[in-house]
């Protein structure tokens, strides 16, 4: 599977970005794709993940309520829409792909096989 993301930028606090996925490669009807994030100096933090056949979604604690992820089933793309960016959202964050995932192991980042290239968003204050 082959994963291209895209979106990250240079915003104000405040402010919002839209961060996109496309996979490539393989049918997805098994799959769940998920961002994850990973500031300077911390480990990679789960964001969101969104199960392809059932549409279930998962929330990390530090984005509920500010970041929305969402789908086109049609071009295989997850949309990860991030309102309210504060400077501590700052990070690389990487999409990921996994099959055969349970609801309880989606924010696992050891149950995802395939990680695109990261894309950097920088939250000025």
């Known amino acids: 599977v082959q994963l291209q993301a895209s979106g990250g930028g240079l915003v104000q606090a405040g402010g919002s970005l839209r961060l996109s996925c496309a996979a490539s490669g393989r049918t997805f009807s098994s799959a769940t794709m998920a961002w994850f994030r990973q500031a300077a100096g911390k480990e990679r933090e789960f964001v969101s993940a969104?199960?392809?056949?059932?549409?279930?979604?998962a929330y990390g604690d530090s984005v509920k309520g500010r970041f929305t992820i969402s789908r086109d089933k049609a071009k295989n793309t997850v949309y990860l829409q991030m309102n309210s960016l504060q400077p501590e959202d700052t990070a690389v964050y990487s999409c990921?792909?996994?099959?055969?995932?349970?609801?309880?192991?989606?924010?696992?980042?050891?149950?995802?096989?395939?990680w695109g290239q990261g894309t950097l968003v920088t939250v000025s204050s």
């Open positions: 990921a792909v996994g099959f055969g995932l349970i609801v309880s192991s989606m924010r696992n980042l050891r149950m995802y096989d395939n």
């Open positions: 969104l199960r392809w056949r059932d549409g279930n979604i």
